[in-house]
Structure formats: structure tokens, C-alpha cells
């Protein structure tokens, strides 16, 4: 019998493929009480007769999750450093998501990169690269990339060394591509545009763990329609809206919600433009949710 311990590559129904240390793989089963196991999760295996039976689950750093149409928590990946929000010239950029996938990050806690795809595509008024530099602006790193010319790639691969980092984003902004041109000696299946809907087919369907040549590890996971990030407080929505910062605290009210209160300093930080207006709706929206559901809470 041989024991080691590895991370989860990805999953495969009851079935996990596992790297170990030495960087080789092992498909193998879990126990029966480690139904819940995700890429990036760390592990320990046992190798007997060539069969591989995980059984245990080292402790998380942190897990990426989303809220599921039922509402309930569902868990992407786990040990994420570095959380990569990929959006595209097109399908047209969903900045709503990308500040909901913002938000998630900052309560991991994990840093982010906000990437621009498919530059090439961009139209003459440049609007979506307008967008990004909002996201520049607030102290987020920002990329603006094209697989087709390789403009951001050499950036994209500095930024990606010495980290775990999962792509995310839409279905159709080009992860998969992106990933391609990290990895050229990968066949991945690279999706079309749909012509009838103008969105992108899902070319992932299961979370996916890489090492890069560089240093680092990278997770790709299946592109989605929309992404809800955990149920979280009014406090930890906050969190995520990093520009709200120097407001917090100078509100009327100390339990201020920033939606409809008088005297609110993050509102009228919008109103003089020091707040990006779009950027407090999308909080704001966030926060009705939360107050709806009956999550406030106080730190």
C-alpha cells in the first residue's frame, strides 16, 4: 500500500483525477462521507492494487461558491489565490457579474484580475476598454487581451506565476482560448459564438486545474449565464466594494445600508463622483437582496 498526499485535478461524477507531488495523476474514488470534494481541493490518497481511494480532506483555505437557482450554496473550487474575471468585446460585457464575481473574491479573501477578451472585436468608440479603466482606477489590475494578436498574453502570464488562479466569467468571453494560448500543447475544444443568440456555448463542462510552465496553477471552470455570489451581510457586501472605504463609518447612521438612508457618505460620494454610479447600483442591488432575505447582520 502507498499513501501520499495530491490536489483534485478535477471531477468526474463519483470519480476524482489527483495530482500528487511529484506531479503525477491518479484517478480514484472518495469515501463515502467525501461526497463534496472540488478542483483545487488538497487531499490525502492511498494507492492499493492500482485502485486510488481518497480518504481524507485536508482544511480549505477558502472555496469559491455561488448560489444556485434553489438558492442553496454550491461550492466551484477550492485553495484559490487569485480569482481572474474574464469578459469579452463580445457577447457584450456583463460588468454586473464581473462585480458580483468582485465581490466573492474579496470575501474569499483572494486578489483579482479583471480581463478584457477579444480586444480585437472591440468597436470604434472603445466603450468596453472605457469600463475597464473604472476597475483600474478603484486599485484592481486590468488586463486587455486578444488570443488572435497575443496582445496582453506575456502580462497575463506574468500576472498568473506563483499563483492558484480560476478563470471565471460568462459563456463565450474565451477562457478556454486563453488557456490554449497559455498551453498550446492542450487540445481544448474552443466553443463558437452562437449566431442565433450572440452568447458563447459552454467548451467547459467540469472545473479544470492546470500547472503552467511558468510557475503556478491555473482552474478553468465552465462558463455560466449568470453568477450569485453566497448570501452575504450588508457588512460583507461592503467588503467587496473596495472604493467604499474611505466612506465607511461617516454615514448618519452607523448602521447605514448605503440604499436609502439620508446622510449617507457613500451615496454622496457617488453623487460628487468619486463613486462610480454603476458600481453603487450593482452594490445596491446586491444589498436589497440581502435585507430581503432577512441577512442583515452587524460585524
Known amino acids: 500500500m502507498t499513501s501520499g498526499t495530491g490536489t483534485v485535478v478535477t471531477r468526474y461524477g463519483a470519480e476524482l483525477l489527483v495530482m500528487d507531488s511529484q506531479g503525477g495523476t491518479h484517478r480514484c474514488r472518495s469515501r463515502r462521507r467525501l461526497e463534496h470534494l472540488v478542483c483545487g481541493d488538497r487531499v ?27 438558492g442553496r450554496p454550491r461550492v466551484i473550487a477550492a485553495n484559490i489565490d487569485q480569482v481572474v474575471v474574464v469578459t469579452a468585446c463580445l457577447p457584450p460585457p456583463n460588468w454586473g457579474m464581473v462585480d458580483r464575481y468582485l465581490v466573492a473574491a474579496e470575501n474569499l479573501p483572494a486578489g483579482a484580475l479583471v480581463l478584457l477578451n477579444k480586444i480585437d472585436l472591440s468597436g470604434p468608440d472603445r466603450t468596453d476598454c472605457a469600463r475597464l479603466a473604472v476597475y483600474d482606477r478603484i486599485g484592481y489590475p486590468t488586463l486587455a487581451t486578444s488570443t488572435l494578436s497575443g496582445q496582453g498574453l506575456d502580462r497575463l502570464r506574468t500576472r498568473l506565476q506563483g499563483h492558484t488562479s480560476i478563470f471565471v466569467g460568462q459563456s463565450g468571453v474565451g477562457k478556454s482560448s486563453l488557456i490554449k494560448a497559455l498551453l498550446p500543447q492542450l487540445d481544448i475544444r474552443i466553443g463558437e459564438l452562437s449566431q442565433a443568440h450572440g452568447t458563447g456555448r459552454h467548451t467547459t463542462t467540469r472545473t479544470m486545474l492546470y500547472l503552467l510552465p511558468e510557475g503556478g496553477r491555473l482552474i478553468d471552470s465552465p462558463g455560466v449565464r449568470d453568477f450569485e455570489p453566497p448570501r452575504f451581510s450588508v457588512r460583507e457586501l461592503e467588503r467587496g466594494f473596495v472604493e467604499f472605504a474611505p466612506y465607511l463609518g461617516h454615514c448618519r447612521y452607523p448602521d447605514c445600508t448605503h440604499t436609502v438612508e439620508p446622510g449617507c457618505a457613500v451615496v454622496a460620494a457617488a453623487e460628487a463622483g468619486e463613486i462610480d454610479p454603476e458600481r453603487l447600483r450593482s452594490y445596491q442591488r446586491l444589498a436589497h437582496q440581502a435585507l430581503s432575505a432577512g441577512h442583515r447582520r452587524r460585524m
Request: net charge neutral.
Open 44 to 70: 490525502r490518497f492511498e494507492l492499493r492494487d492500482g485502485a486510488c481511494v481518497v480518504t481524507e480532506v485536508l482544511p480549505r483555505d477558502n472555496a469559491l461558491t455561488r448560489t444556485d437557482a434553489r
